[in-house]
């Protein structure tokens, strides 16, 4: 298996920009999770999916920010307009085990964003 | 409410000498708690779990973990440290949401360096 796919690897851009990221979790998997990194704020959950639905977004910082999942296998995460403490390392997610709590998640290995 | 604590930003050991992480946890009920690690550039990778079948628990690449109630404490350990463990560290609770699901806390990490 190829594990969570995420892209672009490394995102640069400018502020007011619209920014998209990609994810496609691991095949079976039927929850998606995505999470920001950051120095000062550590590791956050923004939103998280089961079987392609939206099930908590109480993590998404502002109206900017949005997430999809229109397939089992993509997700998307925009940010429009970008702003500057938007800068971060953002993981996606998956797993398939979530209805017991010691469950495993396998994360994709991240998107820098960079706005500048 | 779940949260764990890790005591140390930066930990530092020479190779070959015993490493310890510290993590306490904060938890009302029998918790499920995790040992995530993250290379530098790279997705988190699950080291071990706790799912109070035994209080000791072997995960990968040497490292264990025991938990102890009485000190609200899930601490790391390894015998003998490589360079290859140079790394970040991530205790993390499993906490049961309302939405009937379990998510994620993690703690803030601890910054394992490794000296030659």
């Known amino acids: 298996d190829a594990g969570v796919i995420q892209s672009p690897r490394h995102e640069v851009t400018e502020m007011g920009q619209e920014v998209t990221l990609r994810c496609k979790p691991i095949?079976?998997?039927?929850?998606l999770f995505w999470y920001r990194q950051t120095m000062m704020r550590g590791l956050e959950l923004l939103i998280y999916?089961?079987?392609?639905?939206?099930?908590?977004d109480s993590g998404m910082p502002e109206d900017r920010f949005s997430a999809k999942m229109p397939n089992a296998s993509f997700s998307t995460l925009k940010i429009q307009p970008s702003e500057p403490r938007d800068s971060a390392v953002y993981f996606c997610?998956?797993?398939?085990?979530?209805?017991?709590?010691?469950?495993?998640?396998?994360f994709g290995p991240g998107t820098r964003l960079t706005v500048t | 409410a779940q949260s764990v604590t890790q005591l140390d930003s930066h930990v530092s050991v020479s190779e070959g000498t015993p490493v310890l992480l510290r993590c306490n946890y904060s938890?009302?009920?029998?918790?499920?708690l995790f040992w995530y690690v993250q290379h530098p550039n790279k997705g988190l990778q699950l080291l071990l779990k706790?799912?109070?079948?035994?209080?000791l628990v072997k995960g990968i690449n040497g490292f264990e973990a025991e938990f102890k109630k009485s000190e609200t404490s899930f601490h790391l350990t390894k015998p003998s440290a490589h360079m290859s463990d140079a790394a970040e560290y991530f205790c993390?609770?499993?906490?049961?949401?309302?939405?009937?699901?379990?998510?994620?806390?993690f703690g803030t990490g601890t910054r394992l360096k490794v000296l030659a």
């Open positions: 997610a998956s797993t398939t085990r979530q209805g017991v709590p010691a469950y495993e998640q396998y």
């Open positions: 095949s079976g998997h039927d929850y």
């Open positions: 999916f089961n079987n392609n639905v939206p099930i908590d």
């Open positions: 938890s009302s009920y029998s918790p499920s």
């Open positions: 706790y799912t109070s079948a035994a209080t």
């Open positions: 993390v609770v499993s906490v049961y949401t309302t939405s009937g699901t379990y998510k994620y806390i």
